[in-house]
């Protein structure tokens, strides 16, 4: 079988998408592709934002190829799956292109593991996959019906089989980029030491968190902890080192203290970033972090009271003033130290500006505290309305837009209504 991996040429105006909006690599593709070759099948990925393409140039590129089975994403990448765009029209905008492709047409992405009626319903297409995608991609394309983790279109009905699905990861083989494709990489994501100095990338070195803190979207997706095996990472960024990638950035959910990870990191010329929590890093490991390349560190600290960090479900063990140590001793080994901040009722504003004061003279940035968007699938979501329905995401929307009047200086200055972002791209 043909299969078509489709990403499509992201836009965010007017969203309140959180997330980057530089290309990064589709490692959902990247190991789909791989699975579904060694299944014996064909498996091409067609990436317009890497790329640079438009919509039509996409579609025509797909249409030349004739697909079997395409398959199309509604977020831009596994970096982004937790805070995806809420809005569903660029992937409805790409399969109105589409409209002419023979064969099945495969969703997947975040908001069908949550709402997956209300999103084969705006989206038109054949299965929806809930979870993460690999396998099920196998065994659809294997020809297999009624999969399980699967959405599929009856007749005016949507049938359900089962929840969102895990893959193996643990094994996953490593994955390759072309020269071309690295070579249209230029962007080092989360990187603000040094200007680039050649092609980025991004790795998957663990999957899923082990906790489960109330505002993060990872229940349906990417949940449980998983840790790949080494040789194949290692011989996976050695690929990626050999194609002249400058730069790796490590998309896992929390990149924890892994010391035959980082020994083996440390013997090579790689310079990389990570996001994780500084209270899981012991002195001695923040010392080993740094002598293995690691230049950018993104630790999710979110409240500066232990009742907030409590509310949150952080179940944190250091005190406020331990982790501003705890962020200088970083900032003593990484060129680029970043403390997250949420906007939390108890967190006084001068206590704040403070904390964050201290840390700025040390080196470490600390952003404003931002409002928080309660994802579907997240645990505030279900304290504010309970589990999602098929409105989930206007709902969540609508509120956030109503509740705040500024937002992160990453998004729009006044982000639009879902119904209104996806009514324009109908």
Same mark, same amino acid.
């Given at each position: 079988?043909?299969?078509?991996?489709?990403?499509?040429?992201?836009?965010?105006?007017?969203?309140?998408?959180?997330?980057?909006?530089?290309? @990064?690599?589709?490692?959902?593709?990247?190991?789909?592709?791989?699975?579904?070759? &060694?299944?014996?099948?064909?498996?091409?990925?067609?990436?317009? @934002?890497?790329?640079?393409?438009?919509?039509?140039?996409?579609?025509?590129?797909?249409?030349?190829?004739?697909?079997?089975?395409?398959?199309?994403?509604?977020?831009?990448?596994?970096?982004?799956?937790?805070?995806?765009?809420?809005?569903?029209?660029?992937?409805?905008?790409?399969?109105?292109?589409?409209?002419?492709?023979?064969?099945?047409?495969? +969703?997947?992405?975040?908001?069908?593991?949550?709402?997956?009626?209300?999103?084969?319903?705006?989206?038109?297409?054949?299965?929806?996959?809930?979870?993460?995608?690999?396998?099920?991609?196998?065994?659809?394309?294997?020809?297999?019906?009624?999969?399980?983790?699967?959405?599929?279109?009856?007749?005016?009905?949507?049938?359900?089989?089962?929840?969102?699905? +895990?893959?193996?990861?643990?094994?996953?083989?490593?994955?390759?980029?072309?020269?071309?494709?690295?070579?249209?990489?230029?962007?080092?994501?989360?990187?603000?030491?040094?200007?680039?100095?050649?092609?980025?990338?991004?790795?998957?070195?663990?999957?899923?968190?082990?906790? @489960?803190?109330?505002?993060?979207?990872?229940?349906?997706?990417?949940?449980?902890?998983?840790?790949?095996?080494?040789?194949?990472?290692?011989?996976?960024?050695?690929?990626?080192?050999?194609?002249?990638?400058?730069?790796?950035?490590?998309?896992?959910?929390?990149?924890?203290?892994?010391?035959?990870?980082?020994?083996?990191?440390?013997?090579?010329?790689?310079?990389?970033?990570?996001?994780?929590?500084?209270?899981?890093?012991?002195?001695? *490991?923040?010392?080993?972090?740094? %002598?293995?390349?690691?230049?950018?560190?993104?630790?999710?600290?979110?409240?500066?009271?232990?009742?907030?960090?409590?509310?949150?479900?952080?179940?944190?063990?250091?005190?406020?003033?331990?982790?501003?140590?705890?962020?200088?001793?970083?900032?003593?080994?990484?060129?680029?130290?970043?403390?997250?901040?949420?906007? *939390?009722?108890?967190?006084?504003?001068? *206590? #704040?500006?403070?904390?964050?004061?201290?840390?700025?003279?040390?080196?470490?940035?600390?952003?404003?505290? #931002?409002?928080?968007?309660?994802?579907?699938?997240?645990?505030?979501?279900? %304290?504010?309305?309970? *589990?999602?329905?098929?409105?989930?995401?206007?709902?969540?929307?609508?509120?956030?837009?109503?509740?705040?009047?500024?937002?992160?200086?990453?998004?729009?200055?006044?982000?639009?209504?879902?119904?209104?972002?996806?009514?324009?791209? &109908?």
């Amino acid at each position: 079988m043909r299969i078509a991996l489709v990403n499509p040429p992201w836009s965010f105006q007017h969203s309140i998408y959180f997330g980057c909006r530089e290309p @990064h690599l589709p490692l959902e593709y990247g190991s789909a592709k791989v699975l579904l070759e &060694a299944a014996g099948h064909e498996a091409t990925i067609f990436d317009g @934002h890497l790329f640079h393409l438009s919509m039509q140039e996409v579609a025509g590129q797909v249409r030349a190829y004739a697909p079997d089975m395409t398959v199309v994403t509604t977020a831009p990448s596994y970096l982004f799956w937790r805070c995806a765009p809420p809005e569903l029209r660029v992937p409805q905008r790409l399969l109105h292109e589409l409209n002419d492709i023979c064969g099945l047409i495969v +969703a997947v992405g975040p908001h069908l593991s949550t709402t997956p009626r209300a999103t084969m319903r705006k989206l038109g297409v054949n299965v929806g996959i809930l979870g993460e995608c690999e396998e099920a991609l196998v065994d659809i394309a294997g020809g297999r019906r009624n999969v399980a983790g699967t959405a599929v279109r009856q007749g005016d009905d949507i049938i359900v089989h089962g929840g969102p699905r +895990a893959t193996e990861f643990v094994r996953l083989p490593p994955l390759t980029w072309s020269a071309e494709w690295i070579a249209c990489h230029h962007h080092h994501h989360h990187r603000f030491e040094a200007a680039p100095d050649g092609p980025g990338a991004e790795v998957e070195a663990s999957r899923g968190c082990p906790y @489960h803190c109330t505002f993060c979207a990872k229940e349906n997706f990417r949940d449980r902890y998983r840790r790949r095996d080494l040789l194949n990472l290692l011989t996976e960024i050695d690929g990626l080192l050999a194609e002249g990638v400058a730069y790796i950035y490590f998309i896992d959910e929390i990149f924890l203290p892994n010391q035959p990870l980082l020994e083996a990191l440390a013997q090579r010329e790689v310079k990389f970033g990570i996001q994780t929590r500084i209270d899981l890093w012991k002195p001695d *490991m923040i010392g080993l972090l740094g %002598k293995a390349g690691c230049v950018s560190i993104e630790a999710g600290v979110e409240s500066l009271t232990r009742e907030g960090r409590d509310t949150l479900e952080k179940l944190c063990r250091l005190s406020t003033d331990q982790l501003a140590e705890r962020l200088i001793l970083a900032r003593e080994h990484v060129p680029f130290v970043q403390a997250n901040l949420i906007e *939390m009722p108890g967190d006084d504003d001068g *206590m #704040v500006q403070r904390w964050r004061d201290n840390l700025r003279s040390h080196g470490v940035w600390a952003n404003d505290p #931002v409002p928080l968007f309660p994802y579907p699938g997240s645990p505030d979501y279900r %304290k504010l309305w309970g *589990m999602p329905d098929d409105r989930a995401w206007e709902r969540a929307v609508d509120y956030y837009v109503e509740r705040y009047g500024s937002f992160s200086e990453i998004q729009e200055s006044r982000p639009r209504s879902l119904s209104e972002l996806e009514r324009a791209a &109908a």
